[in-house]
């Protein structure tokens, strides 16, 4: 039988099913180049222009500035490590839609000597094996209770 959904979309339901996990690999593969401060590489990943989502920034970025963004991200951290936790590949039914998915915990080193973490959602339309639309969602720890 049909699932009896309580809520209505817009455009309707894209019956999301399992895509091709080379999506998953593209994203992936971009965030090991970011992480392990490999600019030149990460850029390789995104198309000529991308949407990019990051907390508290959005912007359309043609992608030689892409790489200046990145550059920027690295000023807050001494040292960075991403664990990651799993990730997906899915495509819509009309096949007219590719989106990989991972999900994992970003820690680091403030330039203080101050550790943190994060945990992170990254979704990335995919389009002809690059990355048009990257959107970041955050889940922050709350702060330690003070003794």
């Given at each position: ?9 817009e ?85 007219k ?30 389009e ?20």
């Amino acid at each position: 039988g049909t699932a009896d959904f309580p809520y209505t979309l817009e455009k309707g339901w894209n019956n999301w099913q399992t895509g091709d996990p080379q999506n998953a690999v593209i994203l992936l593969k971009m965030i090991k180049a970011w992480e392990t401060k490999n600019v030149e590489e990460c850029v390789t990943y995104f198309a000529d222009s991308v949407v990019m989502s990051v907390d508290y920034y959005h912007a359309k970025l043609s992608n030689d500035s892409i790489a200046s963004f990145l550059n920027g991200t690295y000023t807050q951290y001494k040292d960075l490590k991403v664990e990651m936790q799993d990730w997906e590949s899915v495509i819509s039914e009309d096949k007219k839609s590719e989106w990989a998915t991972v999900w994992y915990k970003q820690s680091w080193t403030d330039a203080k000597g101050v550790a943190d973490s994060i945990q992170l959602i990254n979704e990335a339309k995919i389009e002809n094996g690059k990355i048009t639309v990257f959107d970041e969602y955050s889940m922050h720890y709350p702060a330690a209770a003070k003794k």
